[in-house]
């Protein structure tokens, strides 16, 4: 396909210099009007080598307010990023509403390096486009602007800039073996690009090609490109939606009335198990640090459903230097500034290490659903994106388990009369707890929902019988020991 | 003076359960007190190898809401982190306002390590103190708590511990060689850990010794001492302090009024200069970018002085993939949660950046003091506090510079009511501008404060007379090119 490209086009200098000032002032402008309309815009530039991106995104960064942008070169991994799970990188740089981010090669260089180097079975190449399409569609559902240049040049030109660069005491380092051998394989080279291209063109995430010969040229397409996809999406009326939980308050038979909540031990049951249970887990956090093995755990259930005396018979086993509670309330304004999954994606461990979320992502699906705080098409398309992270979380080499925290009506009502009755309790008590448990039958509706969609292979959820702390405090512990246990075992077999 | 402590003190099981619960009720009362009076508090663990550092922390957190504090475990520095002004780790890590962050070892560890292997020099250690005392003071006085503790062991208790882990095949891992020979030369490493407990134990940041030996008796101290000093906290009384300007608005000779703002170039004179400057400026950043060295741009200046004029002009020649310009407005919520320079140490380049600051930190004493934003102990503290900030980014390599944009009130005047008039520019001129303006004498006295305290060698302040635009851009150009050139002759001569 690229080589139908006429890579001869040109502009001269008069020309190239009214164009661009005219260009200069729709595009500074185009980028207040988006900040007030706080639309998030990432533009991204991929290419060749030598085909001039640092050049382009310092012409088109002229243009734009430095308090709305920031550039990021991505380089290849540092050992530290390859700690983290690969998306990670790029969900901690996506803009805030209303902000521009400049990706000088981005999310594909990864899969291009590898393909090209023969390093990826066809299985791998097709996970990995998938994984950069979801994180493109869900960024763009979320009214986020996508512009993919990508920067053509023909072999001839590619050859003639490293030479250039090579003669020059002063750009001789920029040219390395790899960028000779991509240069004397450059066929191979580009039909990844190509496959790349063609691969992730999508409506929502189109690619532009980008004649770069000629940097003039170049500049003005990158410029109207940049400039028709802004006005584009100023112009975009959001299509209706409404809040609408969709949810009815019949009870109906359920996953979580077939919770057994008569279970229980006695508390000479749950010392003894709770101390074998610990001991272990403290020898098997040892054993996940040295096999660089991350482990993510969820707990959601109902207030009081005692998320905080399991989440802490966990914590006393482990070792504080190797995991973190991230407790998530309402999201602040920094947080509201963002994708919903962002606050959770900066957050994911490094590899080795634990992270326990005290409520999850899931409130996407149960509290923001039920209360209009996001709309019925953001809470249909949740389930899907949801597990679409942890399934990557997962493929990263992650544990990945949630928990359901499970009781009765009657029992969370006790257990609210004993926070108030005690004066060291008090504090975990509001009003906001008594108004969510008037809505219990809609919420039951909206967990049980979640439930059914959301529990896959990779990151199952796990029913915890709560009515009785004891067992329920002991059924985490042995859940994540045996869960662990397994996992080493997989990896011993290997 | 350690060898004269009593190692031997011990606590049985029985009276530690009972001390340790009522001391954990405590610890948690007041862990939420600190978080309603938004007191910040540092906890540091350092101590011998194997003193139980990991262990202690583990027993500290299971008192603590886990959405108020966050463990930080410090390792040698990584490749990534060498590249950045030392602190930097550190201010990153500093809790916001009402939270607690606990540091399993901290800002001393690099000291004491290069100590003991005799990789520094008397001077280096006088400095490495100097800048830990100044980082506690900065944000002691910013009510920050910090509790320092020295967990302690003597040889023999060292030894029997690295060899119990060492006889397990699951903990063998954890002692290091560096362990074994920091232990046979244990008198040696314990001096300079003795030489750290006096060079930095202050009335604002003092340490406490721990008897580690017996980890019940360590665990009820450890508890007894982070009570005492957040009770201490609590109840302390803010010192009566006002919000006072103190400047009186009658003009005196000053350097700014020395500033000859009749210097001017033609357009002519100012393009071929500029086509000059920016193309060495261009082999300049790369030279920077090659030779690791950071830099820092400051820019200060009047309203409509030209300080976005003169950053184009720079970033114009600049590879957008080295540098970044930071626009400061007032702070946001979050950044109000933290020290006032926190803000701008996370922003600091790594070796080979550049960032330029469109204002920065000399708000405190310029819009802060004026405004009363801050009160007068605050800015009068301020200048010392940015002397030393900037010592600290020379000190680690940096070329720091900082430009206040001179024009005179007449001149503001009219590029004022040029902005209004212009439909492309009127985004740029507020209602604030114009009462700004009405307080220019005293911003006057406060800016000539600023010079004449903040203007160091590390750091110097460069007046730019900014009348002619063209004057001013060209002097910019100049003293940043200047500088690096300086700089790099200096490089070579070594």
């Known amino acids: 396909m690229l080589e139908k490209i006429d890579l001869s086009k040109k502009m001269k200098k008069a020309e190239y210099k009214e164009e661009i000032n005219k260009l200069s002032v729709k595009l500074g402008e185009l980028q207040r009007i988006c900040q007030s309309a706080k639309i998030p815009v990432m533009i991204v530039f991929e290419g060749l080598d030598a085909s001039g991106k640092g050049v382009q995104i310092g012409k088109l960064i002229q243009a734009l307010d430095p308090r709305g942008f920031e550039v990021f070169a991505v380089k290849k991994e540092t050992e530290e990023e390859k700690y983290y799970p690969y998306m990670k990188r790029f969900w ?146 959001p299509e209706p939606d409404e809040t609408a939980p969709e949810l009815d308050e019949k009870k109906t038979e359920s996953v979580l009335n077939k919770a057994d909540l008569s279970l229980a031990y006695t508390k000479e049951e749950y010392e003894k198990k709770k101390k074998k249970l610990q001991k272990e887990l403290t020898r098997l956090h040892g054993e996940l640090y040295r096999r660089r093995i991350p482990m993510i755990l969820g707990f959601e259930g109902w207030d009081a459903g005692g998320k905080g ?137 909206a967990v049980e929902e979640m439930l059914v969609k959301t529990s896959t292979p990779s990151a199952p959820w796990i029913i915890v019988e709560g009515n009785n702390k004891y067992y329920a405090r002991i059924k985490v512990l042995e859940t994540v020991v045996d869960a662990i246990q397994k996992r080493i075992a997989q990896e011993k077999e290997k």
């Open 92 to 237: 901690t740089k996506i803009p805030e509403h209303g902000k521009v981010s400049i990706f000088d090669t981005s999310w594909y260089r990864k899969v291009l390096g590898e393909r090209f180097e023969n390093q990826m079975s066809a299985d791998e190449v097709a996970r990995a486009y998938h994984v950069i399409q979801s994180f493109e569609k869900e960024l763009t559902d979320d009214r986020m602007v996508i512009i993919k240049l990508f920067l053509y040049i023909d072999k001839r030109e590619q050859r003639k800039r490293f030479e250039k660069l090579a003669d020059s005491k002063e750009t001789k380092w920029r040219v390395t073996g790899d960028d000779w051998r991509r240069n004397e394989e450059y066929d191979a080279y580009l039909k990844v690009n190509e496959e790349m291209l063609a691969k992730t063109d999508t409506d929502f995430a189109p690619w532009t090609i980008v004649e770069a010969t000629d940097k003039r040229y170049a500049a003005v397409k990158i410029y109207k490109t940049v400039i028709h996809a802004l006005e584009t999406a100023v112009k975009k009326q």
């Open 309 to 445: 005396g399991a989440i802490k018979r966990l914590t006393q086993a482990l070792d504080p230097r190797g995991y973190v509670v991230i407790p998530t309330a309402a999201p602040n304004d920094w947080e509201k500034k963002h994708h919903y999954l962002w606050r959770f994606w900066v957050k994911m461990p490094k590899k080795g290490h634990i992270t326990i979320f005290d409520r999850t992502w899931y409130g996407r699906v149960m509290v923001e659903r039920i209360e209009g705080f996001c709309t019925k098409r953001e809470w249909k398309r949740a389930y899907k994106e949801m597990n679409e992270m942890e399934e990557q979380l997962s493929d990263s080499g992650a544990i990945v388990m949630k928990f359901w925290m499970q009781i009765d009506k009657d029992e969370q009502e006790r257990r609210f009369k004993e926070r108030q009755a005690n004066p060291e309790k008090q504090w975990k008590i509001t009003d906001e707890d008594w108004r969510n448990r008037e809505k219990w039958d809609l919420y039951e509706r």
